[in-house]
């Protein structure tokens, strides 16, 4: 095939692009992509198929109809660039499709951290599928039913480092691991065809590297990965999210390893300095020449949530202030600042007054002070919390990090359900409520 036929989908609009599922197209010779919710590789060899990423649960029937369009080879190898839900849990309508078809079940092949997720996945699904039903919020109701109804199909090919695999017949996959978005991720390199297959170390956005309600994310070892990328001269870079790179391949990876290492080095001078949290979260921002550039926009990852995770990466949750070693709950300071007051009146009124601002700054004081209302449980808890989804709504629009804007706006509307309770709380996540 010609690169020069293949479409190149490199910015944020790729992202909505994958979202809306496109057709399988052929953008190497043998290699296939279908772009899904996470997208899906197909590695067509002279002897059998790889499957790479089989996505959502839901995704996989539509990956077996396309695979059978294709080819009528048996699926050797089933590969996970990671254990999350929207790249993982295809894997079932894959085992259907080769029991019907009389062959042998294909191997699922992953890094060795895969089923230590799903392990811990299984342990904490109460959690998970509450954090679920907000993240994607905005795209339905249900999010968390991807981990109430998870079928885990682990692999039955374990590594470590690296992986060769042969079975494909006249051409070889590569298994690489490295540490980015999670701890057990692969890429994937297919020397014949000279693509990589980067699942989420590759999310035509700026990384997602530090996500509020996810574990610990790797953002120096994330640019080492993209610098081996680089290093082996792909021609074609699969994304796990998004398009197809070609000609910018090079560009993107090496950018983007850039932006990774600035926010890292960064976090780590402020923290030598003697910097505390607040002042490193409020400061760290990208230079001028990354923070507008096409390949590290926001529809994914979020600045300051990369900070963050960098920051947990290096340090404890001290903040600086000792009144935080054991602090009070927030209610009973909420109390004492009311009362000081005299009232929550003027308190919701100020609010008010800064939520009708069109700066992003007095949108976040506005829910400061009606937090302190909230928490207070007081007669003007009915009025903070009506105020306090329209400021939502309002700080939503400000947003352009996915994650943040489903956060923000899922928050209100339980708000808007506090409200019609009477309001007085502060916890938006929809459960525990008192
Ligand atoms: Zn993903």
Known sequence: MNDANIPEAAGPEALGESRREGECREVADGVYFLAGFGNTTLIVGSDGVAVVDPGLFANGPRVVAELRQLTDLPVRYVIYTHGHFDHA???????????????????????????????????TSGHLATTYDMQFASWGPGGGDLVRRARYCPPTIEYEDRLVLDGLGNRTIECRHGLGETDDHTWVWVPESKVIVGGDFIVSSLPNAGTPFRVQRFVLEWAEALEEMASVEPAVVISGHGGVFTKSSSDMLMTTARALRYLDAEVVRRLNEGQWQEQILHEVKL???????RFLQPPYG??????????????????????????????????ELVQLVGSARPIVDRAAVLGRSSDVSDLQLALHLLDVVLENHGDEAHRASALKAEILEARAKHERSFVAHNILLSAAALERDNAAAGGGSTNTSGVDRC
């Open 89 to 123: 849990f295809g894997t079932p309508a894959l085992l259907e499709d080769a029991e019907a078809r009389g062959d042998q079940p294909p191997d699922i092949v992953g890094h060795v951290n895969v089923a230590r997720r799903f392990a811990r996945y299984a342990k």
């Open 302 to 335: 979020c600045t300051e949530f990369v900070v963050r995770d960098i920051m947990r990466r290096y340090m404890g949750w001290y903040d600086g202030n000792p009144s935080m070693l054991f602090p009070s709950r927030k209610s009973e300071i909420a109390g």
């Open 287 to 293: 230079p001028d020449d990354l923070v507008d550039h």
